[in-house]
């Protein structure tokens, strides 16, 4: 039996976020709670740096290229919000975990919760890593990516009144894994020899290619409708041709050749937490604060999420870059994959909010001029009990310049998140779970 031709559709896709027991190794295989829902497949791929080298002859092509190491992998998450809120009716209790709770703890780096469940996310010095799983398939093809050593670089969120709120999340691995839909040659005990895929025509399988220790596979009878011989079950010894199972966990049984061995993960737990969406969006800008006051009062006490602060605008953007290094890149640690060490340089925090201009909002021309730290805000309101609210007390808005949206006066307002009289950095940007 031949492997099969059937194209992988990326779509089917299913991705899941593991901690890391060491950094930059892979855990255990995920689990069905792991799973975590996207809005694009992320393409999780690592490439290398290369040397061109040449030697002086009587050749005309003397070109000849070696690879120096691999680069770090990136690739980005974006997602819709989940907040939980505060129970099944939205007015019954303590606010619960957002579902993005894992990957905004692991951006942010601090979370504190509050009395009542409020979850407030801020940044912190550290740099803990986990792994990204993802898996693509149809029928008995299987394609999956395993990315060690994952670390969020940047966090960004765009609202315009358009659809959900969606969150994006770059990240960075410095060792990735590949695994796919192999064909078994002979079974003898739990020891393994693969006949395929090759790397080319009359070549001698090598099983690294598509599959790794700690991997979790099925097996399928080929003749027998590809029913499930053997169903999720971890491999080591991957070796030049083949693998064995973990000693005690399966034994070979009716194996037989011409047999699949695919990557196998679990079925994922979804939420079922809605999406919020940005209906009831609402942006405010008050005078610079100490930050306690203005970025964690009691929860819906006024501050800088009062009316009277309130904007109107048709757009706000807020991106935050850890400003993450590696200057691991060129140790030589004996391997060509870099290690997971990284450190957090200088964040920058900057954003924009396009507003139309009335009476009260000329003053900006001058006023940013003269007193360009403001405090602001962002309120993402359900309407439910579940409420997002993204702040700090100090931001330097540059001047803006008038432009024209559909006969009307327009002004664009760019702005850095700064260090002012505050000492805390978890009161100099956050963003808040109500």
């Known amino acids: 039996m031949a492997l099969p031709e059937t194209l992988v559709r990326q779509r089917s896709a299913t991705v899941y976020l593991k901690d890391e027991t060491t950094s930059g190794t892979l855990s255990a295989a995920p689990a069905a709670g792991d799973?975590?829902?996207l809005t694009t497949?992320?393409?999780?791929?690592?490439?290398?740096?290369?040397?061109?080298?040449s030697e002086i002859g009587s050749e005309?092509?003397?070109t000849k290229k070696v690879l120096n190491y691999m680069d770090y992998a990136t690739f980005d998450l974006e997602f819709y919000s989940k907040p939980q809120g505060d129970g099944a009716d939205g007015h019954s209790g303590n606010v619960e975990a957002p579902v993005e709770d894992f990957i905004m703890t692991k951006f942010?780096?601090?979370?504190?919760v509050g009395p009542t469940g409020v979850r407030t996310y801020y940044l912190k010095?550290?740099?803990?890593t986990f792994s990204t799983w993802s898996q693509q398939f149809t029928d008995q093809s299987v394609q999956l990516y395993a990315g060690a050593g994952c670390i969020p670089t940047s966090w960004g969120v765009s609202l315009a009144k358009d659809g959900p709120v969606t969150f994006s999340i770059g990240l960075q691995s410095n060792h990735v894994h590949y695994a796919g839909t192999a064909e078994i040659a002979s079974a003898a005990s739990q020891a393994f020899v693969l006949s395929g895929p090759t790397r080319y025509d009359g070549a001698a399988m090598v099983a690294s290619d598509v599959m790794f220790n700690g991997l979790t596979v099925d097996v399928l009878d080929t003749n027998a409708s590809y029913a499930v011989l053997h169903d999720s079950v971890e491999i080591e010894n991957v070796a030049t041709t083949g693998f064995d199972f973990v000693s005690g966990t399966a034994a070979s049984g009716s194996i037989a050749a011409g047999?699949?061995?695919?990557?196998?993960?679990?079925?994922?737990?979804c939420s079922a937490a809605p999406t919020i969406d940005q209906r009831n969006v609402a942006v405010f800008m008050t005078n610079k604060g100490n930050g306690d006051t203005l970025v964690n009062p009691p929860v819906d006490s006024g501050d800088i999420f009062h009316a009277d602060n309130k904007l109107n605008v048709t757009a706000v953007?807020?991106?935050?870059?850890r400003s993450l290094t590696t200057p691991g890149l060129n140790e030589m640690s004996g391997s060509e994959f870099p290690t997971a060490a990284y450190v957090i340089n200088e964040p920058t925090i900057s954003g924009s909010m396009t507003m139309l201009m009335r009476p009260k909002d000329f003053q900006m021309l001058n006023g940013l001029r003269d007193a360009p730290i403001r405090a602001f805000g962002i309120e993402i309101d359900s309407g439910n009990g579940r409420k997002i609210q993204i702040a700090s007390p100090a931001a330097h808005f540059e001047v803006p310049t008038p432009g024209e949206a559909d006969g009307a006066t327009q002004v664009d307002l760019s702005f850095t998140v700064v260090k002012d009289t505050d000492c805390d950095d978890a009161d100099k940007f956050i963003v808040r779970y109500v």
């Not at 942010?108 to 504190?112: E, L, N, R, V």
């Not at 047999?259 to 737990?269: F, Y």
């Open 259 to 269: 047999d699949l061995v695919i990557p196998s993960l679990p079925a994922p737990s």
């Open 35 to 37: 799973a975590f829902a």
């Open 108 to 112: 942010f780096g601090g979370a504190s």
């Open 317 to 321: 953007s807020v991106d935050v870059d």
């Open 125 to 128: 010095n550290t740099t803990p």
């Open 41 to 53: 497949v992320p393409v999780i791929a690592q490439a290398g740096n290369y040397t061109d080298t």
């Open 60 to 62: 005309m092509i003397t």
